[in-house]
C-alpha cells in the first residue's frame, strides 16, 4: 500500500472513532504527539506522588494515613500504565525518564507547589484530582487504543481520590475555627493552579487544534477549564468556603460562571522550570533513579541467571 492509502485508512478510522492501535501505521506526527502527551502524563502521575507523599508520615489518623498510602500507590500505577502506553508508540522506558530527569519532558505544572497544611491533602484530592477527571473522561474516548483503555481504570481510581479530598476538606470545614481556616487558605493557594492545570488559553495552545482533528482532545483548554470552575463553584458553596476569585459571578445569557484572570506569567513560569518546587522535585527524583541502580542490576542479573538456568534445563532435556 502507498503512504496515500494509508493515510486515508487513518482518517477513515479517525472520522469513525475507530481506535487507532500500536501495528497501525499512523503519521509521524500523530505518534510524536501521543508520546508527548502520554509520557508528560507519566512523568505527572509519578512526580505528583511528591507532594502528597509529604503527609504520609503526618497524616492525622491511621486511617487518614491508610487511605493517603492508597492513593499515593494508586499514583504509582497510574504513572505504569502510561509508561507501558507510551512505549507501545516506540520511545523506551528509559529514553521516557531520562527525557524527565534531564528537564527536557515536562509534566504537570501543579506538582511544582508546596504543600504547607494537612489541608493540603483535601484541596488536591478535591481540586487536582477533581481537575484530572474532567480532563481524562473524554480521555477514555481518546482515538489511541492503549491511552483510552489506560484512562478507564484510571478515571474510576480518580474518582475516588476526588471523593477522599472532598471529605477531608468537608471535616475541615465544619471543624474548629481554625480548622475551617486552614480549608480556606488551601483553597486560596490551590485554586488558581488547579486552573492553570488545564494548559493555556485556546489562542495560545499550539497543540489544541491537531490534537482536536485527531481525536486526541475532544474539548478545548478552555472548554475543560469552564466546566471545571461551573461545578467547583458550588461545591465551594455547599462547603461554606469562599471563592478565592472577586470576579466570580454567574453570567446567565453563557450559562456559564464568569471568572478572572488566571496569571500566565506564572503558569510560564512554572511550566520552563521556575516553580516554587521544581528543582526540588526533580532533584527527589534524580536521587530515586540514582539509588535504585543497585536494584535494577539486582533485577538483571536475577533474570540473566533465571534465562541461563532455563536454556541449560532445555538443552539436558532436548
Ligand atoms: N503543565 O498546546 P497545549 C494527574 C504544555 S496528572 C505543564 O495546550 P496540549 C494527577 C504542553 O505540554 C495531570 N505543561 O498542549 C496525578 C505544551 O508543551 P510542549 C496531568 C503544560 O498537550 C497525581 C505547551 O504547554 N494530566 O492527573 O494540547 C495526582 C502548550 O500547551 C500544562 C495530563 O497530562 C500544564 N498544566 O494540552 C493527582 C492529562 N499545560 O510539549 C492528579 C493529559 C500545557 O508543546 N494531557 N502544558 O512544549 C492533556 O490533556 C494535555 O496535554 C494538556 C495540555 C491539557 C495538559
Known sequence: ?????????????????????????MPDDYRKTL?????????????GMLPEGNWITRAPSLRRKAVLLAKVQDEAGHGLYLYSAAETLGITRDQMYEQLHTGKAKYSSIFNYPTLTWADMGAIGWL?????????????????????????????????????GFEVMMQLAKGTPVQKK????????????ALMMFGPTDDNSPN??????????RFTNDELRQKMVDVTVEQIRLLGLTVPDKDIKWNEARGHYDFGVINWDEFYAVISGNGPCNKERLE???????EGQWVRDAAMAHAKKRAARKADEQSKAA
Not at 35 to 47: C, D, G, K, T, W
Not at 130 to 147: D, E, F, H, K
Open 35 to 47: 508520546i508527548r502527551q502520554i509520557s508528560q502524563h507519566a512523568h505527572s502521575e509519578i512526580v
Open 208 to 217: 489544541t487544534a491537531k490534537s482536536m482533528r485527531w481525536r486526541i482532545k
Open 182 to 193: 486552614m480549608a480556606q487558605d488551601a483553597l486560596n493557594r490551590w485554586w488558581w493552579p
Open 128 to 164: 487536582v484530582d477533581g481537575a484530572a477527571i474532567m480532563n481524562q473522561v473524554p480521555l477514555c474516548r481518546t482515538s489511541y487504543g492503549p491511552y483510552a483503555r489506560a484512562m478507564v481504570r484510571v478515571c474510576k481510581e480518580e474518582s475516588f481520590h476526588q471523593r477522599q
Open 284 to 290: 527527589t527524583r534524580r536521587k530515586a533513579w540514582e
Open 1 to 25: 500500500m502507498s503512504t496515500i492509502d494509508f493515510q486515508e485508512q487513518f482518517d477513515h478510522k479517525i472520522d469513525n472513532d475507530i481506535s487507532i492501535e500500536p501495528r497501525d501505521w
